[in-house]
């Protein structure tokens, strides 16, 4: 994907909402490593795939400044649908309320902090999909964690699985403990059973997951 190509997708697919425009500015300015930030392409396809999808119970592992959440629960369409979003960095916290109380899909969002592996069982629900962008050295943990989770028909989406390009350096003298989390994440949904798998080329890689 060449600086062109992504210029002229970004001319070319719906503007980024106003809301979306200044939290992507505030997490580049308050926050760092900003380039976890989903963005506006990425942002744009999630929100089009929750409406494909058309879930009524989202969760998201992962919330980060709260971009994709607000993506997300901006796809959704039923009046009582609803997004759980977890965020283990509760450094994050204000930051991500004072957002969410900003944004016209706030009320949508129900933000949790703390380790997923305490707040999903307390949460006790079945999902229609579940988006996955949150410590890559956890993947596998955090797919054998929700896959139990998702009804059946339902997706799992998980972000970065491409990861710079560096899942097909398998040769290089060192292998980082998040690359190796990518690669078996990506040769354990592979060859599960339970689910169909789709990687797209989009941004850091995009694996979509149905659970059949």
Not at 33 to 41: A, E, I, K, N, W
Request: proline letters at 3%.
């Amino acid at each position: 994907m060449t600086q062109e190509l992504e210029d002229y997708i970004l001319a070319h697919i719906d503007a980024e909402p106003e809301h979306l425009h200044e939290l992507d500015r505030d997490t580049h300015i308050e926050l760092l490593y900003s380039r976890m930030c989903s963005g506006h392409l990425q942002g744009r396809l999630l929100k089009m795939l929750v409406r494909m999808i058309r879930p009524k119970l989202v969760l998201e592992l992962g919330t980060y400044s709260g971009y994709s959440a607000q993506c997300l629960a901006e796809g959704l369409l039923d009046d009582d649908a609803h997004l759980h979003t977890i965020e283990i960095e509760d450094e994050l916290e204000d930051f991500l309320r004072a957002h969410f109380a900003k944004s016209p899909v706030g009320d949508r969002i129900t933000l949790h902090i703390g380790d997923c592996n305490e707040i999903l069982p307390r949460i006790n629900k079945q999902f229609d999909l579940v988006f996955i962008d949150a410590n890559k050295r956890q993947y596998v943990d955090y797919f054998n964690l929700v896959i139990d989770h998702v009804k059946p028909g339902g997706f799992i989406i998980a972000d970065n699985t491409l990861w710079d390009g560096k899942v097909t350096d398998l040769h290089g003298k060192k292998m980082d403990d998040q690359t190796r989390g990518i690669l078996d994440f990506n040769n354990l949904v592979a060859h599960d059973p339970r689910v169909e798998t789709v990687i797209l080329p989009l941004r850091d890689g995009l694996t979509i997951l149905y659970k059949k």
